[in-house]
């Protein structure tokens, strides 16, 4: 398959400079120097790694292709040269999430589309990718990253508001919220 | 977590030996003269293994919480003692029936509720186990285990054939069908 496998490392190299971790829910993470995230499996922890969390992309689970259509339209791409903070937030639901039916997940989902009208308000500003972790027997089920600029923080900090308000976010029973920053890439001239 | 990862080795061991191996579509895969299924994620092939296929269960993808009463409620377990005949469906969809939505996806199954027709007719017989493959960037998608006695393969290649007329179906692109027998589990006396 093209490579959907993500790897996040804790330790001491990567672009990215940890500037907080938050244990929100459950055991926290120890807190690293650096973040580097590689599109691979990084199964062997490189050295001065404190962590690995793996996950994959994969298809939408919930999302309409009417949802999907908006969220289309309005998502930024990764990558951008003026985003440069970033939030990495690990979360495990609990066993009464996934013993739920697909339409009992979704109608958590949709009660409210708090989800999509989230997404449709800060999604200009904020990027993110998901990547799931628990049919690979890691420790978070999702990772969820987001790339935003340092002007868009406050908004981020709403949009996280918004979620952890949910139905859903009640099944949550590990978070880890982690804050890091790079330098600007210069934009080509 | 609870181990949820199972392998099926196709080598020289095991309790299942293989009786016919049919390319449906796509590539096949080398006819090995048994099969062991392990309840572990094996990375590396044991002497002797022609092919390791590996797979995780997980929580229901389409399922309503109605449909999943009435498939609970006639399921039978695998192992059981007279089920000697067991069948291994590997299949991969397409990009198409990836590139879909929930909500379409959904809609393909319910279109006739086939599924849940042919579980409720054919499950009292036959029992089965899903295990997905491709978040965990397996060749196949998918692996289907089943389990019957002798006297209901019948039921079996009719539950095959209701299967493989549904609108789902239209966008496997390669299958593998492998039939296999074991010595009868003596009843305990």
Same mark, same amino acid.
């Given at each position: 398959? !093209?490579?959907?496998?993500?790897?996040?490392? %804790? %330790?001491?190299?990567?672009?990215? /400079?940890?500037?907080?971790?938050?244990?929100?829910?459950?055991? %926290?993470?120890?807190?690293?120097? @650096?973040?580097?995230?590689?599109?691979?499996?990084?199964?062997?922890?490189?050295?001065?790694?404190?962590?690995?969390?793996?996950?994959?992309?994969?298809? %939408?689970?919930? +999302?309409? @292709?009417?949802?999907?259509?908006?969220?289309?339209?309005?998502?930024?791409?990764?990558?951008?040269?003026?985003?440069?903070?970033?939030?990495?937030?690990?979360? +495990?639901?609990?066993?009464?999430?996934?013993?739920?039916?697909?339409?009992?997940?979704?109608?958590?989902?949709?009660?409210?589309?708090v989800?999509?009208?989230?997404?449709? !308000?800060?999604?200009?500003?904020?990027?993110? /990718?998901?990547?799931? *972790?628990?049919?690979?027997?890691?420790?978070?089920?999702?990772? +969820?990253?987001?790339?935003?600029?340092? *002007?868009?923080?406050?908004?981020?900090?709403?949009?996280? *508001?918004?979620? /952890?308000g949910t139905e859903e976010w /009640?099944?949550?029973?590990?978070?880890?919220?982690?804050?890091?920053?790079?330098?600007?890439?210069?934009?080509?001239?």
């Amino acid at each position: 398959m !093209d490579n959907r496998f993500h790897s996040f490392i %804790g %330790g001491d190299t990567g672009p990215w /400079r940890t500037v907080a971790l938050q244990a929100v829910s459950g055991p %926290g993470l120890e807190m690293p120097p @650096r973040l580097d995230v590689q599109n691979a499996n990084v199964l062997t922890p490189p050295a001065g790694a404190r962590w690995v969390l793996r996950g994959v992309t994969s298809h %939408g689970r919930y +999302t309409t @292709r009417a949802e999907q259509d908006v969220l289309a339209a309005v998502q930024p791409p990764l990558g951008r040269p003026e985003a440069t903070c970033a939030a990495l937030i690990p979360i +495990t639901k609990n066993a009464a999430w996934w013993a739920l039916t697909q339409d009992e997940r979704r109608e958590l989902f949709a009660a409210g589309a708090v989800h999509t009208r989230a997404a449709r !308000d800060y999604l200009p500003a904020i990027a993110r /990718r998901l990547h799931h *972790g628990r049919d690979l027997g890691e420790p978070f089920d999702f990772l +969820t990253w987001f790339e935003y600029a340092p *002007g868009d923080a406050t908004a981020f900090d709403d949009l996280l *508001g918004v979620l /952890r308000g949910t139905e859903e976010w /009640r099944y949550v029973e590990r978070e880890v919220d982690i804050r890091l920053v790079r330098d600007a890439v210069p934009r080509e001239s």
